[in-house]
């Protein structure tokens, strides 16, 4: 079955740094990678997906990249914000699996002023 | 604002006691699913269910009994759970894939499942 590993495990950066955490994936055949945002006391949060067909992806701040043939996934936060302080969990899907997500195992972003 | 609703937020109960926990969602997506998340672990998934019908069992242990009623409901059944079952019960659903590739799952609170 699927693996996701996950680095760093906790990040620390100055407000205004940028911040970026790295997984790892097992599976080939998997082709959806979401990535989610969980505060503290909080339901995960979706912020940013990428299928296998594209290599990037930006949303304002937020951006993701994939690598199928290394089968790596990033996030790349810019101009970090201290809101943007949480645990931030990578998962990837294989499409033959009922959507099924695989999660790593998180990263504790903290953004200090 | 969250779109999937689950109820109780928290539930304190004891070992020999039956409870359920509830999860609402009024997206019109077909695919739902629960996940049991530890402290300071990812979510793990213990069940989907695709078109009300059960997809995925994650070998979870028979003390723990889903239901899917009707397109916008999912139930736990919860019996005779030990403390180790202690931990959030996150909720999920999205759309059936359709062919268009895997959805984006949109989750609820949880409900925070202390066992006595």
């Known amino acids: 079955g699927e693996n996701v590993e996950q680095h760093p495990s906790t990040l620390s950066v100055q407000e205004g740094d940028s911040a970026v955490i790295k997984c790892t994936y097992s599976d080939s055949a998997s082709n959806y990678f979401p990535w989610y945002k969980q505060e503290l006391g909080k339901r995960p949060q979706l912020i940013i997906d990428?299928?296998?067909?594209?290599g990037e992806k930006k949303d304002q701040r937020i951006a993701v990249t994939l690598n199928k043939t290394a089968k790596h996934f990033s996030l790349h936060i810019t101009e970090t914000q201290p809101e943007d302080s949480a645990v931030y969990f990578c998962?990837?899907?294989?499409?033959?699996?009922?959507?099924?997500?695989?999660f790593g195992t998180g990263t504790r972003l903290l953004v200090s002023p | 604002d969250t779109e999937v609703t689950q109820t109780p937020k928290h539930l304190v109960m004891g070992m020999t006691n039956k409870k359920s926990l509830k999860c609402e969602q009024h997206?019109?997506?077909?695919?739902m699913y629960w996940y049991k998340q530890k402290a300071k672990k990812p979510p793990e998934l213990m069940f989907v269910?695709?078109?009300?019908?059960?997809?995925i069992n994650e070998s979870v242990p028979s003390r723990f009994s889903p239901e899917c009623p009707n397109s916008s409901l999912l139930n736990l059944h919860l019996h005779a759970l030990q403390p180790e079952d202690s931990a959030l019960y996150l909720c999920?659903?999205?759309?059936?894939?359709?062919?268009?590739?895997?959805?984006?799952?949109?989750f609820g609170d949880g409900t925070r499942l202390s066992i006595l």
């Open positions: 269910y695709s078109y009300e019908k059960l997809s």
């Open positions: 997206m019109g997506h077909r695919a």
């Open positions: 999920a659903s999205s759309h059936m894939t359709g062919g268009r590739g895997n959805q984006p799952q949109h």
């Open positions: 998962a990837a899907s294989n499409p033959l699996a009922f959507q099924k997500l695989v």
């Open positions: 990428i299928r296998s067909n594209v």
